[in-house]
């Protein structure tokens, strides 16, 4: 069985790195794979009620990011249509595409570890819409915002779920994880930027050819700032509010998805139905990205069934075993995370090395941090943030394979250095 469910899931992901020349949409394979590999799983395993459970448990799990990711896009959307990014865009006079280049790194290197890397990503993509015309300078804007999202995520408890369980799990605390893991994080970042500029060198910001004028005509410059703070207020709430209830993040986007709803109601009441139907919370479900949301269902429910079936344990007990060194196996694993989600990863590793021999913020727990959160950006589909630039921006696979895979694992490797270099100097 766990040689079919592997091949199954080889074949999947070809299939989903292959969309461009096989036209075939990758959600279609992501679907097929997830349905194939709960097919077998539940034939080739006699306890059909364990099986029942777990696929119950990964619904569960997938739904939670699911519901997450359709209220933080549903608000991107409402202040889309407000036109509530004009807030930012109108501030921001740069010619040069470099300048911008540094400028979206950092504000989502430092955006994510307050929010979250998908979050973050969602925003970013959609403010670069309002600010560049080409598709191709989109691409590469839309690729550091990746990197710069996963990499701002991995240094605080909150920016990242990896690290969320880790804190969770009492394997790292706050402070000393910010301390540790924030100058590998900022390395991860600044050198893809570094070679990043020399390929964007000498390019112009080109603005979106039409102008913002009509939207600018349907919403007063009130409704325009109101509209974008409470809608970047509510997703910045998330992480309190999950601190405060110690609910999951989804219960708070929903809950903040709703107060919009409302006021958007209550600020349109007096407008004609022509004039505010675009407005409305109705019409930007309907404008969300449906097969990148889907994507996600079919990769997420496929990448449960080997953790299930404890391929992905069984992999880290191999590392284990034959490799030995544990900054060669976190290394490992944080590169095998740009492959397969990091969540089930860090899960294995947490079951695998107690505290008891492996105590709070030790160089373990640390350096499983940066890897697991920073190592999934050398892959377009490594990552949550990856997954949703690849629905938002339609990017390819092998494009971003290409042009910012290397960089993503230069980074990585930089940041690696100084966490290493970094703990040398500490102890």
């Known amino acids: 069985m766990i040689t079919a469910l592997i091949i199954v899931f080889i074949l999947a992901y070809t299939a989903i790195a292959l969309e461009h020349p096989l036209k075939v949409n990758k959600t279609a394979s992501a679907l097929i794979g997830a349905g194939l590999l709960w097919t077998l799983y539940a034939l080739m395993t006699g306890d059909h009620e364990a099986v029942k459970h777990n696929l119950n448990e990964s619904v569960a799990a997938t739904a939670q990011i699911v519901f997450f990711l359709m209220g933080a896009m549903t608000i991107v959307e409402v202040i889309d249509a407000h036109n509530g990014f004009y807030v930012i865009t109108s501030r921001i006079k740069t010619a040069k595409l470099t300048s911008l280049l540094w400028l979206v790194g950092f504000v989502s290197f430092f955006l994510s570890s307050i929010l979250d890397n998908l979050t973050t990503t969602i925003v970013m993509i959609s403010l670069m819409k309002r600010l560049l015309d080409r598709h191709d300078d989109r691409l590469f804007f839309a690729g550091i915002i990746v990197i710069a999202a996963n990499a701002g995520g991995a240094w ?91 609910l999951p993040p989804f219960m708070g986007i929903l809950f903040g998805l709703g107060i919009l709803w409302l006021v958007g109601e209550l600020l349109h009441r007096n407008k004609k139905d022509e004039f505010k139907l675009h407005l409305t919370l109705t019409a930007a479900l309907k404008r969300i990205d449906m097969s990148c949301i889907v994507f996600f269902v079919g990769i997420l429910l496929a990448v449960a069934t080997l953790e299930h079936t404890h391929i992905l344990a069984s992999l880290a007990g191999w590392l284990d075993r034959t490799v030995g060194r544990q900054d060669i196996i976190v290394t490992l694993i944080g590169l095998a995370s740009a492959v397969v989600d990091n969540v089930p990863l860090v899960a294995a590793s947490m079951g695998m090395y107690d505290l008891a021999t492996y105590p709070p913020d030790s160089f373990l727990w640390g350096f499983m941090s940066y890897c697991a959160g920073t190592g999934g950006s050398i892959l377009i589909i ?41 703990n040398g100097l500490s102890h």
């Open 382 to 422: 490594g990552s949550a943030a990856g997954v949703a630039a690849m629905g938002l921006e339609k990017i390819h696979f092998f494009w971003y394979a290409k042009k910012i895979g290397g960089l993503a694992a230069l980074g990585y490797f930089s940041g690696i250095a100084v966490f290493l270099l970094q």
């Open 156 to 246: 605080t408890p909150i920016g990242d779920v990896t690290t969320t369980m880790l804190w969770i799990g009492g394997q790292i605390t706050t402070l000393n994880i910010m301390k540790g893991v924030f100058l590998p994080s900022l390395a991860c970042l600044v050198v893809p930027l570094i070679l990043l500029t020399f390929t964007l060198r000498g390019k112009l910001v080109v603005p979106p050819k039409s102008s913002a004028s009509d939207s600018l005509m349907q919403t007063t410059p009130f409704e325009r700032t109101f509209i974008f703070c409470l809608g970047i207020g509510t997703l910045v709430a998330v992480p309190l509010f999950k601190s405060v209830t110690h």
